[in-house]
């Protein structure tokens, strides 16, 4: 497999060229370097390790800190895919110049190659300002779990004709700002490919349908590690949680029947001279 990195312009160019677009998230070094080896194009390290990994209700909590920890342990495992680091909550909020510094930690502490952030027309300034400072950055619309509550829930968006018209509007003007890409969560599907066809930049979806330039999932829904509920739009390719369960409990009982450790996992020494020890 080549492993040259991937780069804006070719992800410019599959779009060009109507080629799919492959993103996948990862937390740690190695889901990392699973979804690398795998070819997949892009790396999410989203916010959502909030909830998939550290067990908090949302995304809200999740701190500057943790998410420079978990892409530092990412790009440690990838050569090959393009690394984008989710901005979290309120550290873009604020104001502009704290926007641009926390993006810069993304890159110059972390190694990621952009960053992503939630929200729309209103957002372009903030977005703006950081691509200015030499950051690309990922735009993402629709349901924006940071801000879920301001949306009444975990809900699909741009279901009526003002808001679809709103989401189109932010499309563009993200676009405008600067955005290399966008990511659309939780939207129609005939709006989702109505503003994929509009755009200059590719548009990833998650719950938007087919017709966008590429698509994302959590790893830990894709592959059944994440137990507390699986949205409509996921598609379960494995099943790993009763598995590892179930190898947990073989080596509970084993170790409490002596089964385990065998004679094949011992490292062994003369009786004669374990007499010596003293």
Do not use: W
């Not at 790396?43 to 909830?51: A, E, F, N």
């Not at 950055?137 to 801000?147: E, K, N």
């Not at 369960?245 to 009982?253: C, G, V, Y």
Request: aromatic share 6%; proline share 4%; charged share 25%.
């Amino acid at each position: 497999m080549d492993r040259k990195k991937v780069t804006l312009a070719e992800l410019m160019q599959k779009k060009e060229n109507g080629q799919k677009i492959t993103m996948m998230t990862a937390y740690d070094y190695p889901t990392g370097s699973l979804v690398d080896q795998a070819g997949i194009d892009t790396i999410l390290v989203g916010d959502s390790l909030g909830m998939v990994v550290l067990g908090y209700d949302s995304t809200v909590p999740v701190t500057m800190d943790e998410m420079i920890h978990h892409c530092k342990a990412v790009r440690r495992g990838v050569e090959r895919a393009f690394i984008i680091g989710d901005m979290p909550f309120m550290s873009y909020q604020v104001n502009i110049e704290k926007a641009v510094e926390n993006a810069g930690r993304f890159i110059k502490e972390a190694g990621c190659d952009s960053v992503k952030l939630e929200g729309g027309s209103a957002m372009a300034p903030v977005l703006s300002a950081i691509v200015k400072a030499g950051i690309p950055v990922c735009a993402h619309i629709g349901l924006t779990p940071q801000t879920a509550t301001m949306l009444s829930g975990f809900k699909v968006q741009g279901k009526d004709v003002e808001s679809a018209r709103k989401l189109s509007e932010s499309a563009r003007d993200l676009e405008a700002a600067g955005a290399f890409m966008i990511v659309m969560e939780c939207i129609p599907d005939l709006l989702a490919a109505k503003i994929t066809k509009e755009l200059r930049i590719p548009t990833i979806g998650i719950g938007a349908g087919k017709e966008c330039d590429g698509q994302v999932l959590v790893y830990h829904d894709l592959v059944g590690l994440f137990e507390r509920f699986t949205p409509k739009f996921v598609k379960q390719y494995l099943n790993l949680s009763p598995r590892i369960k179930t190898a947990l409990i073989q080596f509970k009982t084993e170790v409490e029947n002596g089964s385990f450790p065998g004679p094949e996992h011992t490292f062994t020494m003369k009786e004669e001279e374990t007499g010596k020890i003293e």
